[in-house]
């Protein structure tokens, strides 16, 4: 253990000390420390690579110092059989770190967009940042994480990897696509439709069930596939841009075990979301689609469509 090894160092561990006093690590909390602490640590890559900041700037050096303090304790299939519950918690833990930046890019869009008439003149270029935030704004913070990852692999197999703008490229398209792909299914998505009206009362459809035990299995099955999926077509994405082989066993047993989290994690926060659906009823009874819900804003021809239509055959009455 980390903690006992630094202890062995300072020479403060005693002989009579038994194994059972050491605190425990990981957890749900460490797993989303740690988390968090990738997304900075990407910020600060990030102003390294395209604003010219050093490799040690503040950014860097405090997401390095969150993932330093608040090490995981499941890392791997062998750690799971014995540590069922912490498994639980830290594969919750990392996907649950992720909705809070979301949220907030997209609330911050939306925000602009609303305060946009107030600007005069201005108003057309305010609500169309307004939008581009919101739209952009949850994928490109969800896209973070991988980002800083790709760019530290690349860079420790090839010093060059840290001017070559091919590589930064690279980083950039891969860990874009895998923030597209995070936040339009799964739990992140439905985090995200929690934020309108229209988006919970769709989620309040598809979630429809008889009863708040139904309606939390099928979140829990749901946001369980749905993550888990995700991980597997993700982790292959971020092995290539890192210039990994990802049909070698190494790569495989890394994307087989996250997907493994994502359906754990995801499965919580899904049965979460189902058991909160069950009592935002829906406006009127239709057919429920299980497809994802679509919380973007609509295009102007959308809302066109969305207008009051006549009846082609009024009926006059005399």
């Known amino acids: 253990a980390i903690i006992r090894e630094e202890r062995q160092r300072t020479g403060a561990l005693s002989a009579l000390e038994s194994p059972s006093e050491e605190p425990e690590k990981g957890g749900f909390d460490a797993s989303g420390l740690s988390a968090a602490g990738g997304a900075i640590k990407s910020i600060g890559q990030g102003a390294q690579d395209f604003l010219g900041a050093d490799s040690d700037n503040i950014f860097s050096q405090y997401g390095q110092e969150l993932i330093d303090e608040n090490p995981t304790a499941i890392r791997s299939f062998e750690d799971v059989p014995d540590n069922k519950i912490l498994t639980v918690k830290e594969a919750t833990g990392n996907v649950a770190a992720s909705l809070p930046p979301i949220l907030a890019a997209r609330a911050v869009g939306m925000g602009i967009t609303a305060a946009s008439p107030f600007t005069g003149p201005a108003m057309p270029f305010v609500a169309g940042l307004g939008q581009l935030i919101a739209w952009v704004g949850p994928a490109a913070v969800a896209a973070l994480p991988s980002y800083g990852s790709i760019r530290e692999k690349q860079i420790f197999k ?161």
Do not use: C, H
């Open 158 to 318: 090839d010093q060059k990897a840290v001017s070559s703008y091919r590589d930064k490229a690279v980083a950039l398209f891969a860990s874009g696509t895998i923030g597209a792909i995070e936040t339009r299914f799964g739990p992140q998505n439905w985090a995200l439709a929690m934020l309108t009206k229209e988006g919970r009362n769709k989620l309040a459809k598809q979630m429809a069930s008889k009863n708040v035990v139904e309606s939390v299995a099928k979140g829990t099955v749901r946001g369980g596939l749905i993550e888990g999926t995700e991980e597997l077509v993700q982790s292959p994405i971020e092995q290539l841009a890192s210039y990994d082989d990802p049909t070698s066993d190494e790569s495989i047993e890394e994307t087989v075990f996250g997907g493994f989290m994502g359906f754990v994690g995801g499965g919580v926060l899904g049965g979460g979301v189902g058991g909160v659906s069950y009592f935002a009823k829906p406006g009127e009874e239709e057919e429920i689609s299980f497809q994802d819900v679509d919380i973007f804003p609509p295009t102007p021809s959308e809302e066109q469509e969305q207008l009051p239509k006549p009846d082609s055959d009024p009926v006059v009455t005399l």
